[in-house]
Each structure stands twice: as structure tokens, then as C-alpha cells.
């Protein structure tokens, strides 16, 4: 199975932007989905957004207009575009792919002053 690695987090001031990377050690096309989760402290990991093999994407309503999930196959990697950031926007980031055995990474911290 493949490695995840994130990475892009940090430190933005609300309204602000980040770009999140998801690096795979191996092909991501096998996989059914690529997605992109968080999780606050003291509560529960909650979906961001996902991107199918064909490229087709879901968000969570919060997310929604706001924040851009891509996938570049050839690179193995996916990305999270997040605009217009709030403060409840702060939290962990995690990349998943999405198969008979699903894999995570170790996750990025997102944090958003007001």
C-alpha cells in the first residue's frame, strides 16, 4: 500500500489562504478516492472533500465554495485549495486514499487566527 505524506500547513490569518499537498509513494489511480479529512481537538474526523479516480469531487457544506480539491495522477499527489479561511477551519488535516484497505497520513496542521 501506498505512503501519504501532507504537507502545506501552517499559520494564516482568517480570510487568508493555504495550499495543502498530499504526496503518495505510489500510484493513487488504483484507488477509488482520494480525500482530504480533519479533525479539532476533542472532535471527531470529519470529511473534507474527495476526488474520484475520474474526478469527480464532494465537499463538506462548510467547505463549500471555499476550498478546492485537485488530484495530478502522474505526480501521485493531491491538493486542497483553502480560500477564504476561518478560524473553525483550524485543525489537523489528514490525506486518506480511498480502497480495499484505506490509508492515511500522519496529518498537517491548519491553524487560523482571527
Known amino acids: 500500500q501506498v505512503r501519504l505524506v501532507e504537507s502545506g500547513g501552517g499559520l494564516a490569518q482568517a480570510g487568508g489562504s493555504l495550499r495543502l499537498s498530499c504526496a503518495a509513494s505510489?500510484?493513487?489511480?488504483?484507488?477509488?478516492?482520494m480525500g482530504w479529512y480533519r479533525q479539532a481537538p476533542g472532535q471527531q474526523r470529519d470529511l473534507v472533500a474527495t476526488?474520484?479516480?475520474?474526478?469527480?469531487?464532494n465537499y463538506a457544506g462548510s467547505v463549500k465554495g471555499r476550498f478546492t480539491i485537485s488530484r495530478d495522477n502522474a505526480r501521485n499527489t493531491v491538493y486542497l485549495q483553502m480560500n477564504s479561511l476561518k478560524p473553525e477551519d483550524t485543525a489537523v488535516y489528514y490525506c486518506?486514499?480511498?480502497?480495499?484497505?484505506?490509508?492515511w497520513g500522519r496529518g498537517t496542521q491548519v491553524t487560523v487566527s482571527s
Open positions: 486518506n486514499a480511498q480502497g480495499i484497505r484505506d490509508v
Open positions: 505510489g500510484s493513487i489511480f488504483s484507488y477509488n478516492a
Open positions: 476526488i474520484t479516480r475520474n474526478g469527480y469531487t
